[in-house]
């Protein structure tokens, strides 16, 4: 919701980063059970039943295991995964997934984890491990929920704030926040790498637009907080047109087509969330019934959602 990027390592351990992030009412489920037999048998898209972990051929289930030495001799577990918003899409379902299953095998190991300790633990996965060049912010927001403030240290800290919004204004971006799925899905991984490359070579225009953007994401803490709604969504205009200077790959001309159609047909101001490239388009409406039609007669499907405050979460059957 303001300061997107600023949370790649490439950019925080040099200058700090800052950002607001949102959880939404949209799930990745794990399940995790014991079967009668020997093995590991994981159900995602895709069917896998393997001895070793060595041989998962899943690269963030394969790291997560690693991290329980039980696992590395006459393992014995199912996990089984579904999701209710599909993958590459911009809504942190790789962060998502990471942290609900290592909050799962902690749990099955009988260990509850701390929040922020979850979220590190599936930074290290993603960033360290898979060397991904993603940021930290779907790992945190997955873990803690709610609508958030993060300030990315330079010594890999990570501070937590939640965003001090009145009920009215809580209601009013539920209302007035809408969501469009573009059809379109791409890999975050590559988009981020153009950025994490110019970020490491110190290239004066990425940095500059990433500390133009870092200052957008106080800006709208503070629209918000202040409860100026409508101008927090002539921000989020200004926030993409800085986003797709970063990349070739930010946007194409359907979904700029898409993105001016919603701007004449009651939107203030909206973006691509996540890295960009595809996924959801999200609006800020003056007029949410008019820009639902536009969207609709276009061909895009809305998703309505709320808040989670909740964060990653066991769910016991």
Partial sequence: ?????????????????????????????VTINKPFKDGIFLKYSTIENVLNVDDIHHPIIRESLKMFPKYDTNPKIEITTLADIPAGTGLGSSGSFTTSLLKGLNYFEKKNIDPIVLAEMACDVEINKLKEPIGKQDQYIAAVGGITCFTFCKDGNVLIEPLKISSDTLYDLEDNLLLFFTGFSRSAGSILKDQKEKSQTCDEDMLANLHY????????????????????GALMHEHWEHKKKRSAGMSNPQIDEWYELGLKNGAIGGKLVGAGGGGFLLFYAEDRNKLKHAMKHAGLEEVRFKFDYEGTKVILS
């Fill in 1 to 29: 919701m303001g300061g997107g990027g600023t949370d790649l390592p490439s950019y925080y351990e040099e200058n700090e980063g800052f950002l607001i992030a949102a959880a939404i009412d949209k799930y990745v489920y």
């Fill in 213 to 232: 953007v870092k200052e957008m994401g106080y800006r709208s803490k503070k629209l918000l907080e202040e409860g100026r709604t409508t101008e927090f």
